[in-house]
């Protein structure tokens, strides 16, 4: 009799075959690899360098999204931005199907013809799948089934992410997809991790591709002023094409907002496409304001591959002006002390003398995408307030491949005090002639320098400007080497030609459009001075202190091409047949490669705070991949 053993168990079921197997892209070289290993390594992991990459299907492709309700009413901001194409679970033609990013099962042949399967979002991912069947893409659903021919045979997926990445500590773009196979008795899964592309800034190293500007409606009251700022659009779009830029100037037409720069700052998103080509959605990234003209940019601008997003509007102690777009500008690619922004870095301005800040949200947002962290710099010295009106990056044919342009208030005293010494005190400081009633400026070049108030206001911006290159130099690397100086001039409000234009110009303009541009709508009051405190060691400033150009300001341009720069006339004194700013502005350009332009913006954006780049926009190129430096 043999040996009583323990009781017989019964044998665990056996597992399929072969293991369920999904496939992304992420090696990031635009297919998915079903019959190799290039993109297992990794898939369960993300990092900057590796790992799949989805996209926020935010654009409009079929252009179905409605801007009225049935009866003819505009829609409410929210149900504007509520439309987009991952809005539903359709797939709205062939372009709207290139959004997707793509997933693939590798085949299981010997899957039994019970097997089923299933391609799940696990967790909190804001994403939606998609299954191409018989060469049609339909929504996978959760409780969607792959049969066992599917299986077999391998499927083609597409996931789209249904949102932006808007605040990382509530979602940060991470999403999980789950392949699950049943065969008999036995399930496995295999899991794979992508994330949401980052919606990412434009840098002065990406080619212009396009130009935007407000073409403002009929004004009845003063057809002159209208024609003004026709003119200007018209300078603009020749002096566009001279650049290069082949596609016509774009207008916006709906709500009479000039400032173009600032309810809107043109973004993107992009994965690798099919071919390793870059595959982009243009994310057009609303103003966090009480502003109409945002509203365009879903009526007019969203459409194939362009989509919209708004954050919200700032706070009540939130200063408007902090969050116009023209306070927003961004570094181009950079590496120094030990951090890496391949895709470039966002700059901000802030005013630390009445410790008011841009829009939480918007920081909050522009933090959460992880690749452009917003560095602060200190505009509390303006009256608008924004970073355009003093520093700008410039591309350059160098190792680092851009330099600073920066407003030099002490190189345009400089130049005041030699048209002096060399007996032109007596020359008036503007030449540009009287329009529509105004005037033309009567200031001379002595009497000028001689203002206190004048020389204390240059002193100021210069102490202030210095500052925030000193800062730029630490976070960046940048050299003297590598500054461009620019000439300048600033002075607080009621000593510059637009206090004296400016009610003129209101009421000519249908409006005040200086108030528009310093408080984005003119909702939020500006700040109130503290007299007598301190603001990073330094004594707080009054708003009656605060400045803006004086002499149209240079750097306040537009970098059309990696060679040509766009400026606002300035319209200086003319000594020996040549206006000496301008001609000492084209100098400093031309040692930095640049031919410098230049179109009149005194009546139209000069006088009421602004210049060339607060009246115009650019959408720009979107090829170089973000996760590489360029």
Known sequence: MGTVGPPATAAPPAPPAAGPD???????????????????????????QRGAVLLPNVDDDSKRCPVRTGAGKPLSDEQLARCHDAADTVLNGSADAADL????????PGASAGATGSVTVVGKGKARLFLKRAGVWKHLPPTGRLTAAELRSGVELGIEATDVVRDAAKWDGEVLVRFRVTDGTATAKDDVRLKTAPVLTHHHRQRAQEVLVTEMGPLPENPEFRAEQLKFVKDLEREAKAAGITKPVRKFTGYGDPWAQDFVEPGYVSMTGPGGRTHAIRVLIRSAQEREAGRELFEKLRGRDVGVVQVGKGAANEEGTLNSMGNLETIPPYAHGGKEYPAGRIIMGHRPDFGSKPAKSMRTFLSSQGMQSPLLLDTAWLGVGHVDEFVQFLPAKTARGWRIGIADPAAGIALLEKARAEGHGGKKMFSVPGKFGVPAPKETIGGMLAHKKFRADNKLATERIEANLRLLKAETGITDAEVVRVPALYARWD????????????????????QLHKA???KTPAPEGKPGGKAGGKAALTPMEQTGAYIPGAVNGVVLSDSRYLAARQWGPVIGGKDIFGTAVSAAY????????????????????GEV????????????????RA
């Open 22 to 48: 999904l496939r992304a892209d992420v090696n990031r070289d635009g297919g998915v690899d079903v019959t190799g290993d290039s993109d297992t390594p990794g898939e369960n992991t993300w990092t900057r």
């Open 590 to 609: 031309a040692r930095a490669g640049f031919t410098t332009a230049y179109i009149d913006d005194w009546y139209t954006y000069h006088v009421n705070g």
């Open 101 to 108: 990013a793509r997933l693939r099962t590798v085949p299981l």
């Open 613 to 628: 780049h607060c009246g115009t926009n650019t959408l720009r190129d979107t090829s170089q991949p973000w996760w590489k």
């Open 495 to 514: 000593l510059g030609p637009g206090a004296k234009a400016g009610a003129k110009l209101q009421r000519l303009g249908g409006g005040d459009l200086s």
């Open 520 to 522: 984005g709508g003119g």
